[in-house]
């Protein structure tokens, strides 16, 4: 048995390097707009909890692919707690060598950064989100746009080389104008790569339920779809290149961790709501950290949700994740993952997505290799996905 982690395992026994994710199940505030797993930061529960993640940690044997702490919010740790983590994750070994931590702006302060420099860290994600005060204010974020741009001046200032910055565009009120001067101010900063999401509207959140009230009106799709074209066109000309349909990256800073995930290669995921996907597994924990904890404590299994993906799904999902990348989808790299011909296994579905101007074949000379996404299908990719599945 490869991997001994679901229930109360004596060790994780780590074969193939997948990725390791962590999720942080704290926030200072809830934001409107969010539906990731987290509640509100308390000191105890965070010690009580970390101390969970960490002799779970030390159960990890083997190499890992990467390391990404995300959550929540992953500052909002008190130091001496996030230090004792980092100084759990520092021995293991990363074969790509990349490790992520989340941090918003208005929780990362410089003992935390020369923190994670000691202690392994290697790439920072900042969750800047915007740097305009009042899209900030909109979206229920604790920080400034001044507070924001601070941070990522620190992280570098103190020897970050690989620093990300998040920007949600599709504000209800937002322009295509203000929008592109948050770009041209965001590609001033000393970053290595940007995430740019559209703001969507979840269920269950406040935000979701004031646009049922009708007193948020969210924009037109041609406007964030101008929008999205506009990031792509203006990181494009200061270097940072579109990689996959929300992220773009200086050459070499592509987020090595991300990319496993659109390889659909596998990946363990520790503490609530984190997904693993192990030995064509997929597995959800639950989705509420006491009870996390309490089925931590008592040896029980952490998960909510597990599937056993045949491999029809499985190449199927690997087509659907992966054309998602500005490379697209090789022919021999497909057969070679899965097993499938992907001509004949997407035979209707391919056919129709040329057609209909979204994706284009890629070719060496006279020989298809390979299927890729055009700018149509840059934004309507969950379409093509969807088709794909
Ligand atoms: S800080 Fe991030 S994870 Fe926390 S509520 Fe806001 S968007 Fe969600």
Redesign the pocket.
Known sequence: MPYLFYGAPSSIIVRMGPALYIHIPF?????I????Y?RIYDAASASAFTDILISQVERIKGPLHSIYIG???PSALDRKIFEKLLARLKDLTISSGEFTVEV?PESLDDEKIKTMLGLGVNRLSI?T?SLDDRKLKKL???HSAARAQEAVLSAHKYGFKNISADLIFGVWGETPDSWKKELDGMVRLPIDHVSCYELTYEKGTPLYSAVLSKSVLPLDSDITSAMYEAAIDILGLRGFKQYEISNFAKEGCGSKHNMNYWDNNPYIGLGPSAVSYIDGVRSRNVSDVKEYMDRARTGRALTEFSEKLSPLKSAKETAAVKIRTRDGIGFDWFRAKTGFDLRELEKKALPKLIEDGFIKYKAEGEIQTGICLKRKGFLFCDTVSSALL
Not at 27 to 31: F, M
């Open positions: 926030c200072k505030r809830k934001c707009y969010c539906n990731f987290s959550g929540g919010t918003n969750g989100q229920g974020r604790l």
